[in-house]
């Protein structure tokens, strides 16, 4: 049974960073595209970052483009976020996602997501 675990949710203040970790179990990592996706209270999941197979190639939402970056360890089967200059704006469930299409097919339409994790809470201060 595929499984995505997040980790590395929490509070924070504005101006912070936080780094988030996805480990995924029971399929093979390589194959899929992995990204990010959160959603605040009151609102639709919104596309945060993607990133391809091999870490190639990364795609933003313009609100987190120059804080946030996306990577992969395909050895550790494992994806992060690191987020910086975090805002208040950014408070959230981030959920990690993995799709079998591309990372920018993902990053367009969150239908291609094949496998969600449960997620973990971010929290920004002001």
């Known amino acids: 049974q595929v499984q995505l675990v997040e980790s590395g949710g929490g509070l924070v203040q504005a101006g912070g960073s936080l780094r988030l970790s996805c480990a995924a179990s029971?399929?093979?990592?390589?194959?899929?595209?992995m990204g990010w996706f959160r959603q605040a209270p009151g609102k639709e999941r919104e596309f945060v970052a993607t990133i391809s197979r091999f870490g190639g190639s990364t795609y933003y939402a313009d609100s987190v483009k120059g804080r946030f970056t996306i990577s992969r360890d395909n050895a550790k089967n494992t994806v992060y976020l690191q987020m910086n200059s975090l805002k208040p704006e950014d408070t959230g469930v981030y959920y990690c996602?993995?799709?079998?299409?591309?990372?920018?097919?993902?990053?367009?339409?969150?239908?291609?997501?094949?496998?969600w994790g449960k997620g973990t809470l971010v929290t920004v201060s002001s």
């Open positions: 996602a993995a799709t079998r299409s591309t990372a920018q097919d993902m990053s367009l339409n969150q239908a291609r997501v094949d496998y």
């Open positions: 029971a399929l093979t990592f390589s194959v899929y595209g």
